[in-house]
């Protein structure tokens, strides 16, 4: 007992003094922690729930401030990657990760049973245990070399001319037709990152692993999974995707034949996989940049407003500034006024940076930033910003909740409020409105080709984010020995998504860590479930707003209506599982495919009579043999 004592009295100590204190904050702990701190040594639990209450207080506020500075080290890490700041990110997120330990400790010296809901529910999300101290900071210093591997990692297409992934290789990936060149793009990324990250990736996920059985989860996977709230997640996801994939299967058929016709038999099969690098980005996630290729009706009026974002000189603060009315007109909140000093908007000259686009919550309910590499006149961009404000729209609403709720109901819902903001914000009616788009015409033409391009980014996404996570899952739990981690990857890949690698795979790759999300520890059922909820979202929204006409044609920018509906789901945060959540806009307590299958059932059809048309094989051919990974 004396060895457990002690070793409990060393851990406090470090979170305590990890940090230079006043004495008026000295005092205030002494009073109200520490009196909790020497309950650990009472056989009994607490069951004074006024007690629990100014723990919980105590637990919020120091929360908030060490995930302030946290971000802090962060964000200055990430726009401008240096050792120094990479160590100052480290020790940032040593001294959160040593207080959620000590307060995990804390709370369970507390019976919940019979206190109320909502403090029950503040308890379930109260800290968690960590690894020791030297294995904390290993797993931080291995996440941040992989991030550091991907920031800087640059492809060299000749002896003077060196590509960072953004603006070079991106730019190659978007709009390139040469077969080679993509190849040779594609394949050395993952050469640079993929390998390099291999043995970094997996060390890191033993330790996340270690960590996860620490705090009661089988594995990694099982501690994601647990946050949906959901016994059944993982079945009630295939059952959705088993819904969606006639469709998908449609779309892929559709996008092999204009591969086919464009690069030809030699490279593309018309019964087989879709080679990965000749779809539109990096990693084949987003199909957008292949619409000038598959556009179903050409010569009818653009629904890509690129000419006219440049007459109109729509600049990257321009571009912001539109992005931000549209939230204003729902009575929804601006960013405050720092967000235009602090924001890195645009790529810096002189330093490396993250350019991934990602939203900033820095935790003292005033400070909103966007990290993003943004191009003047570009319209992924201009709905990329959409996306992010709705991130910061989130932050915004539930801020004065206590530190445990300030998330979204679950991690889809922050995910899909600013797809279907920048859904919305797409749609030719918002884009005449604003004046991207001189002249409306609507007819089933311009439907056809504007759904093809929502499909892109929607439907396409569906089976490469639910292969991400399936993979993740069971290379986490141990199902796939990790010799075979990135073999695995690929057979899931063909059978699920229809895509292949362009070129043969071998023991020392391993691909998944050269994706972002991946490589720094990301979730991706956040992007499947939320290109679901979105369209439930929306399908709502627009009811409120009073539209009347087909659901692919709504805008409800404007609707005060529509705006406080959303706002009252907002703020509930994550103070309510996300069923509640859910209901309290929908009127529903599921995930649903019914309204995105109602936004692209014209589509749907058309592409099921074009594929007929043009005799092809809906589905395709394995190497390894599977017809199906859901049996």
Not at 224 to 230: A, C, H, I, P
Not at 306 to 324: G, H, I, P, S, W
Not at 483 to 494: A, G, H, L, T, V
Not at 544 to 550: L, R, S, T, V
């Amino acid at each position: 007992m004396a060895g457990l004592t002690l070793a409990i009295l060393c851990l406090l100590f470090v979170g305590i003094f990890s940090r230079t204190m006043t004495n008026i904050e000295k005092e205030e702990l002494n009073q109200e922690y520490w009196r909790t701190v020497l309950d650990i040594f009472r056989a009994d639990q607490s069951q004074d729930e006024a007690e629990a209450r100014e723990f919980l207080s105590y637990y919020n506020d120091e929360k908030l401030r060490l995930l302030n500075g946290e971000t802090v080290a962060s964000w200055n890490y990430s726009t401008n990657i240096t050792d120094h700041n990479d160590l100052l990110s480290q020790l940032a997120a040593g001294k959160l990760s040593v207080f959620e330990s000590e307060a995990n400790l804390l709370a369970s010296r507390f019976d919940t049973s019979k206190f109320s809901d909502d403090i029950r529910r503040q308890f379930e999300k109260v800290g968690s245990k960590s690894l020791g101290l030297e294995e904390m900071a290993e797993m931080g210093e291995l996440k941040s070399k992989m991030g550091e591997i991907y920031a800087k990692t640059k492809v060299c297409t000749d002896t003077n001319t060196c590509l960072n992934l953004e603006p070079g290789l991106t730019k190659i990936m978007g709009q390139s037709t040469n077969y080679t060149e993509r190849l040779f793009a594609w394949e050395s990324w993952r050469n640079e990152v993929g390998r390099k990250s291999k043995p970094l990736y997996e060390r890191f996920i033993e330790l996340k692993n270690a960590q996860s059985v620490l705090n009661g989860y089988a594995d990694l996977g099982d501690e994601w999974r647990k946050r949906y709230e959901t016994d059944s997640f993982e079945q009630d996801m295939e059952d959705i995707y088993r819904q969606m994939e006639p469709f998908y299967k449609e779309l892929h058929a559709y996008v092999r034949r204009k591969l086919y016709d464009t690069y030809g038999g030699k490279y593309v099969d018309l019964t087989g996989p879709l080679p990965a690098h000749l779809l539109s980005d990096m990693w084949g996630r987003f199909w957008n940049n292949l619409y000038p290729l598959l556009e179903p009706y050409s010569g009818k009026p653009a629904i890509d407003p690129t000419e006219e974002l440049k007459k109109q000189n729509y600049t990257v603060r321009k571009m912001f500034e539109t992005a931000d009315n549209f939230f204003a007109s729902m009575g929804l909140e601006k960013v405050p006024d720092t967000f235009w000093d602090l924001s890195m908007l645009e790529k810096p000259e002189g330093r490396d940076v993250i350019c991934h686009a990602t939203a900033w919550d820095f935790y003292d309910r005033k400070d909103y930033r966007i990290r993003m590499c943004t191009n003047d006149f570009n319209f992924e961009d201009f709905n990329t910003i959409h996306h992010e404000l709705g991130h910061i729209q989130y932050f915004q609403q539930y801020k004065d909740l206590p530190a445990v709720y300030q998330d979204g109901a679950n991690d889809g819902f922050h995910e899909a409020i600013g797809e279907m903001m920048a859904m919305v914000a797409a749609t030719p009616k918002h884009l005449h409105k604003i004046g991207l788009i001189k002249e409306l015409k609507q007819d089933a033409e311009v439907d056809i080709n504007f759904l093809m391009s929502q499909a892109l980014i929607t439907i396409s996404t569906l089976p490469f984010h639910l292969t991400n996570d399936l993979w993740r899952w069971r290379a986490f739990s141990g199902r796939i020995e990790v010799d075979d981690w990135n073999e695995e990857f690929w057979k899931m890949k063909e059978s699920i998504v229809g895509v292949k690698a362009p070129v043969l795979r071998t023991k020392a790759d391993l691909d998944p860590p050269s994706l972002y999300h991946i490589n720094q520890d990301w979730d991706m059922m956040r992007y499947f479930t939320r290109t679901i909820l979105q369209f439930q979202f929306a399908e709502s929204l627009c009811k409120i707003a009073g539209h009347d006409g087909p659901l692919h044609q709504c805008d409800f920018s404007g609707s005060i209506e529509a705006g406080s509906a959303l706002k009252n789901m907002l703020q509930l945060g994550s103070r309510r599982p996300w069923q509640d959540a859910l209901e309290s806009l929908t009127g529903e307590r599921k995930m649903s495919a019914k309204p995105i299958l109602k936004y692209f059932q014209p589509l749907q059809e058309w592409l099921v009579e074009k594929n007929k048309e043009n005799g092809d094989l809906v589905g395709w051919n394995t190497s390894h043999g599977w017809s199906s990974y859901f049996l």
